[in-house]
């Protein structure tokens, strides 16, 4: 599904992915986690070219892509196999609940208005936002928000759904919402890659857990493997400092 | 000339003065139109930093903002005659200067001036939208140009509109300068009625009531306007 080959990205003089190979196959729910600056976004936001990587290939489905010549077709070819779910939500302000569903049936599918609306509620109804059809963003507390933010994502119908630290910016009490959403999706059956430090989620949840440090990836296992048995003296002292053994 | 201020004659000169009213209203909507498209063009050249064209509008803005109005208009009543004189002879165009109605001049003045405030007026807007706003349109494989016509640019022109709204009220207010070239709007109007019976006290009174009244009546329209295209937005109880 995914095939990540050689991935590069410094800023400036600081490497931030230090060549990264990463396959992920149908239906995997790999989690993302270790220490901050690891480039962990990095490597998700790499992978719908939100950050434009220096060298390496990305393979998602049928669509390839080579940091060396990547032009705009071959991005939005890239782009048209994943969504992403943001850490800020990053709605459209200016869009109503439906509306933030229904603007890429709309204008990228092509799909009529009516069709997009009754597929748009649909999906609100799937997150459980049937009585929000119409909430602005700005009106919406932070976990309806993201779940807007996971239908606007199914919306575009991805083989791969990104989320970046989904939870990390809500209140504890909006947590298990969202996290129940994300845990009924991947349930059936979505390719998911997520950057999370939730343990619910990285434990109970995930088939994969991947442990960056430093660019690399440093572990590579379920999350048994990962917890109880790490390769690394540095995935030790990341994992007792974080209390996630 | 026994009373002090006349009031009776005050009224009196209001239809005549307000007569010339539409002829500032026309200066000024049509100005102002010019100047948001202006403005609008200019700003999306900013924004996407455009090579040659962005430093080029930045020095107009800065030219524009960094001159008066006023001298502005005499540039331009002056400058652009010669400039065609000069093109007609060197290119041997054949353009007809007095042709030309002075308000052309008025209008073109004062929608350079308006639309270079307006350009930075728009340019900010779009600088204070989150890159979050843009990354969720790509995210969804929405175009550049789709981004910016459903999301950011909507986003924008709510967020500027009150500074644009600004923009167009002083517009509206500088169109009175343009009697110096010669255009009998409102301000030349009452001038010419102020001098028949030197009480200009009287006259300028009306003139700056009509102004008045002409700018509450768009601020009214502009806060209507706002509600409208703010509805998006939380507000926090008072
Ligand atoms: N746009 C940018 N410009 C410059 N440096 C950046 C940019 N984005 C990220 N970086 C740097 O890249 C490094 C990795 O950042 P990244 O956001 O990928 O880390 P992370 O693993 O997601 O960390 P966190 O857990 O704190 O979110 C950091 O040192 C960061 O400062
Ligand atoms: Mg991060």
Known sequence: ?245 | MGKIFDIQFMISTIPQIGSKLPVTLWIAFLSGFIALILGFIIAMIRYFNVRVLSPLCKLFVSFMRGTPAMVQLLVAYYGVPILLRGMNEGLGTRFSVNGIPAAAFAVFALSLNSGAFMSETIRGAMMAIDAGQLEACYSVNLSAGQALRRIILPQAFTNALPALGNSFISLLKETSLVFNISVIEMMAQAKITGSRSYRFFEVYIVVALIYWAVCFLMERVLAVVEEKVRRYERRAVK
């Open chain 1, 1 to 245: 599904m995914i095939d990540v080959k050689g991935l590069k990205k410094s800023f400036g003089d600081n490497h931030v992915l230090r060549g990264v190979d990463l396959k992920v196959e149908k239906g995997e729910i790999v989690t993302m986690i270790g220490p901050s600056g690891a480039g962990k976004t990095t490597l998700l936001r790499s992978l719908n070219w939100l950050d434009a990587p220096d060298a390496g290939t990305i393979r998602i489905d049928d669509a390839e892509i080579d940091a060396a010549r990547a032009g705009k077709k071959a991005v939005k070819r890239l782009r048209s196999k994943t969504a992403m779910v943001f850490q800020h939500y990053n709605l459209f302000n200016n869009k109503t609940a439906l509306e933030n569903v229904t603007e890429s049936l709309i204008m990228v599918k092509k799909l009529s208005k009516e069709t997009a609306k009754a597929r748009g509620k649909e999906l609100l109804d799937r997150v459980g936002l049937s009585d929000k059809y119409n909430a602005y963003p700005s009106f919406l507390s932070g976990g309806q928000q993201q779940r807007v933010g996971i239908a606007r994502a199914l919306a575009v119908d991805p083989k791969v759904i990104l989320f970046d630290e989904p939870t990390s910016a809500l209140d504890p009490e909006w947590v298990n919402e969202v996290l129940t959403v994300m845990t009924e999706i991947a349930r059936e059956g979505m390719t998911m890659v997520v950057v999370s430090h939730e343990m619910r989620f990285v434990r109970d949840v995930s088939t994969r857990v991947l442990l960056l440090d430093d660019g690399q990836i440093l572990e590579d296992g379920t999350p048994e493997q990962v917890f109880k048995n790490p390769q690394h003296e540095r995935a030790q002292q990341f994992l007792k400092l974080a209390h996630l053994e």
